[in-house]
């Protein structure tokens, strides 16, 4: 079996099992659902945030239900504390039985009172009202103050203030009788809660309308997307024209031109498809149609010397087919490495080109041509696909040991300066006039005259590598050949020079 040919099955396994690898690995995902997605980002912090809401909203509430009562309960503290009369600087121990049944006048909380001298006696009132803390303490007179407490366990709000007892003035200094006025919160709870009603019941309401808006509104805009849907399934199996950005929306463009990116993708190499089917239907017409007469004659034959010959005619038309299998094939694996997203790495040309010479030393031989090598002195590194370049190589030597006269010499160089690599294969053949040279690299062009069996395919398919790596191919003739009938050709190829590779750091170590 041809080596190439296996290499090309090998390839084709290969690229087969690559395509499964991923098919395999995305049934296992779990498709998601951009509509829901979105509901779910946006319906989320509205569940979140509603129940705070609610808490920020029941605070807003006792805040503002606390207000009226807080005035209404300062009012009494105020009225409490000018009923307190002094009598020879001591405060009257008790309240008309009047104002006790003002103070208390309450349906729903219940209303303590109490009134301490400057002793800290309990004067009147109730003795169990707890009085206030040393920090919360104000000793200043007619100031009013609030402050949260318990009284046998429920939960109260105290109003208090502290009435000068005595004479005003500068001596003796005055002494404070302390006047309190609590109330439970029964009133204030039962408010907060009306609030907090009039404020939920309404969002109860609204939270359905809200999430219908958005259902509606999420289905509105990405009615698009549907709409896009629609236009490519309707598209015919062979339609890849671009898909117009203008007819769908601004967001959803980065997503229709990548997809017109990847159609021009598919339509070229739908079209590289094709012109190799087409290339190899027709070149192969030729050694077949020669094959199958070679094996006609040979069966017509009877004297055993024609057959032999016929036989040979048959296994060089065998040859031309194989080697026209093998062109079209590594052209079309070039010109598919592109697609096929071939990662290139770091390459020393010189090791490179060293190697690949030394394959075709045997078929020099043949050819009794001298091929020679010439290597740089230092390493020159450029970045590429060694298989690719090595097949580039190839078809350069084969190209000049077919065109060379025997006796001659084909000479590969690899030399490189402050900017680019160069690779050269240079022969003492006919050469190739100027007038031709950029034409060559056409697929299965043949220059008028020349008697060498050949596809034309060799130098398309080192131009095909060339572009694939960045390096423009040059034509010229020989300045070595020193014989004007054959002036010999210089195919230079000049690769970007990959930068050196930085020394080790301290921390690195080094292993020369």
Do not use: C
Not at 193 to 209: D, M, R, S, T
Not at 320 to 337: D, S
């Amino acid at each position: 079996m041809n080596p190439r040919a296996a290499e090309a099955d090998e390839e084709g396994a290969a690229s087969q099992a690559a395509w499964d690898l991923p098919s395999a690995g995305h049934s296992n995902e779990v498709q998601h659902s951009l509509f829901g997605e979105i509901l779910d980002w946006m319906l989320a912090p509205l569940l979140l945030l509603w129940p705070m809401s609610i808490a920020i909203t029941y605070l807003v509430a006792k805040s503002i239900a606390n207000q009226p009562f807080d005035h209404a309960l300062e009012d009494s503290v105020t009225v409490l504390s000018q009923q307190v009369r002094s009598v020879d600087g001591v405060p009257a121990p008790r309240l008309p039985g009047a104002a006790r049944d003002i103070l208390r006048a309450d349906d729903i909380d219940s209303v303590y009172f109490q009134i301490v001298g400057a002793s800290g006696a309990v004067l009147d009132g109730d003795r169990d009202l707890p009085r206030p803390r040393e920090d919360e303490e104000d000793v200043r007179a007619g100031a009013v103050h609030f402050r949260n407490d318990t009284l046998h366990g429920t939960p109260i709000r105290i109003a208090y203030t502290y009435v000068q007892q005595g004479a005003p003035g500068p001596a003796p200094a005055p002494q404070l009788a302390l006047v309190q006025v609590a109330e439970t919160l029964e009133k204030r709870a039962k408010l907060a809660n009306e609030i907090i009603k009039g404020v939920i019941l309404p969002q109860f309401i609204i939270l359905p309308v809200v999430l219908a808006l958005v259902w509606f509104a999420l289905s509105r805009g990405l009615s698009p997307l549907a709409q896009l849907q629609e236009r490519i399934r309707a598209r015919r199996s062979d339609d890849l024209s671009p898909i117009e950005p203008n007819q769908v929306p601004e967001e959803i463009t980065p997503l229709v031109n990548s997809l017109n990116e990847m159609l021009a993708r598919l339509a070229q190499s739908m079209e590289m498809q094709k012109r190799f089917i087409a290339d190899a239907a027709h070149q192969m017409k030729t050694p077949l149609a020669g094959m199958r007469t070679q094996s006609e004659l040979a069966l017509r034959q009877t004297d055993q010397l024609e057959i032999h010959r016929s036989l040979e005619q048959l296994a060089k038309s065998s040859e031309a087919a194989t080697r026209l299998v093998n062109q079209l094939l590594a052209l079309a694996r070039a010109e598919h490495q592109p697609q096929a997203g071939a990662v290139h790495v770091a390459v020393e040309l010189g090791e490179l080109a060293r190697s690949t010479v030394h394959d075709w030393v045997q078929a020099s031989f043949a050819y009794r041509i001298d091929l020679g090598f010439e290597g740089p002195a230092e390493a020159v590194r450029i970045q590429g696909n060694s298989l690719m370049l090595r097949e580039m190589l190839s078809n350069l030597i084969d190209n000049a040991l077919r065109y060379t006269p025997a006796g001659g010499s084909v000479t590969v160089r690899v030399r490189g300066d402050a900017a680019q690599a160069m690779l050269e294969v240079e022969d003492t053949g006919p050469g190739i006039p100027a007038a031709e040279r950029p034409h060559v690299f056409d697929r299965f062009y043949r220059i008028l005259g020349s008697n060498m069996p050949g596809s034309g395919l060799g130098l398309a398919i080192v131009r095909e590598i060339a572009q694939q790596h960045a390096a423009e191919v040059d034509i010229f003739a020989n300045p070595r050949a020193g014989h004007a009938k054959l002036p010999g050709s210089l195919f230079r190829v000049s690769f970007p020079l990959l930068p050196p590779p930085a020394p080790p750091t301290e921390d690195e170590p080094y292993y020369g």
